[in-house]
T-cell receptor, first 109, second 118 residues
Framework: DAKTTQPTSMDCAEGRAANLPCNHS???????VYWYRQIHSQGPQYIIH?????ETNEMASLIITEDRKSSTLILPHATLRDTAVYYC??????????WGAGTKLIIKP | GAVVSQHPSWVICKSGTSVKIECRSL??????MFWYRQFPKQSLMLMAT?????????EQGVEKDKFLINHASLTLSTLTVTSAHPEDSSFYIC??????????????FGDGTRLSIL
């Protein structure tokens, strides 16, 4: 079973920041949080990952709470092409990615 | 960087045919690659872990004689679906993990192969 919980779906207006929450209350001290997204009929795309510090790259920012029990992925200026299913993942005890249902993000014009 | 190429992107074939799917890491060497399967409106399910120079590790419930995996080089893994039947129709996706940082390194995925068995 996935070790994370995410909302089933979210809407966001084009040009606005999209904030996608993720709960991972059972995360252990050395486990990273990974974010991927999957656009329809394509393979998953890596976005970002982090341990405890906030991270930023050219695609997104990742904000991790101090207790590490939750995190938020931020797409600063969402475009229509950001419509996808976003997955927040913590690896299992065998270091494998366990894919939950993710959040279906719909960017509206 | 960290580009993974998968070929073919779409296959339609008759029942009983064997189908080979290739997964290549284009700009890095990967001792470990992964094969996933995704049915419509479902999430990815790991089928097996492909290890360069050794046997693949299959997840529970995945028939190793039906899904043959070969990882003959550091940049190529192949998945062969043998004697495919309509229930094998699915979206097959591979991934590879660049070296360094061990298991913490993120996996990078190919664009998937949509397999349709008639």
């Amino acid at each position: 079973d996935a070790k994370t919980t995410q909302p089933t779906s979210m809407d966001c207006a084009e040009g606005r920041a999209a904030n996608l929450p993720c709960n991972h209350s059972t995360i252990s001290g050395n486990e990273y949080v990974y974010w991927y997204r999957q656009i329809h009929s394509q393979g998953p795309q890596y976005i970002i990952h982090g341990l405890k510090n906030n991270e930023t790259n050219e695609m997104a920012s990742l904000i991790i709470t101090e207790d590490r029990k939750s995190s938020t992925l931020i797409l600063p200026h969402a475009t229509l092409r950001d419509t996808a299913v976003y997955y927040c993942i913590v690896k299992d005890s065998n270091y494998q990615l366990i894919w939950g249902a993710g959040t279906k993000l719909i960017i509206k014009p | 960087g960290a580009v993974v190429s998968q070929h073919p992107s779409w296959v339609i074939c008759k029942s009983g045919t064997s189908v080979k799917i290739e997964c290549r890491s284009l700009d890095f060497q990967a001792t470990t690659m992964f094969w996933y399967r995704q049915f419509p409106k479902q999430s990815l399910m790991l089928m097996a872990t492909s290890n360069e120079g050794s046997k693949a590790t299959y997840e529970q419930g995945v028939e190793k004689d039906k899904f043959l995996i070969n990882h003959a080089s550091l940049t190529l893994s192949t998945l062969t679906v043998t004697s495919a039947h309509p229930e094998d129709s699915s979206f097959y996706i591979c991934s590879a993990r660049p070296p360094g940082m061990g298991t913490r390194q993120p996996q990078h995925f190919g664009d998937g192969t949509r397999l349709s068995i008639l």
